[in-house]
C-alpha cells in the first residue's frame, strides 16, 4: 500500500513494514545492501517504495523474472533521473 493514497486511520490495525524495518538493527537488510552497493540511492524520494515493493514481490515470488520486477516496479516514480 503506497502511504500517499491511504489514510493512517486506513491502516487501522494492519502490520505495516516501513523501508526502515526491512534492517535487523545496523545489519541492512539484502535488498538494501544491493542499491548501496550498486549505487542506487539518488535523492531518495522512490527509494523506499521501489525496495519495499520488491521486497513484497519476491517475498511471494521469489524467482520472478526480470519482466515481472519491471511490471511490478513500474508503479514507482524515479524524479531525478527517470529509471525505468
Known amino acids: 500500500m503506497k502511504s500517499c493514497t491511504i489514510f493512517a486511520v486506513q ?3 494492519a ?6 524495518g526491512l534492517a535487523a ?7 538494501q545492501e ?6 542506487g540511492l539518488q535523492c531518495g524520494f522512490c527509494t523506499p517504495g521501489i525496495i519495499t515493493t520488491a521486497h513484497a514481490l519476491l517475498s511471494e515470488e521469489p ?7 519491471r511490471e511490478v516496479l513500474s508503479g ?7 529509471y525505468i
Do not use: K, Y
Not at 15 to 20: A, D, G
Not at 63 to 69: E, L, Y
Open 11 to 13: 491502516a487501522d490495525g
Open 76 to 82: 514507482n516514480l524515479c524524479r531525478c533521473t527517470g
Open 25 to 31: 538493527g545496523a545489519e541492512l537488510h539484502p535488498l
Open 63 to 69: 524467482n520472478a523474472d526480470a519482466g515481472r520486477v
Open 34 to 39: 544491493g542499491f548501496v552497493e550498486h549505487h
Open 15 to 20: 502490520e505495516l513494514l516501513t523501508v526502515e
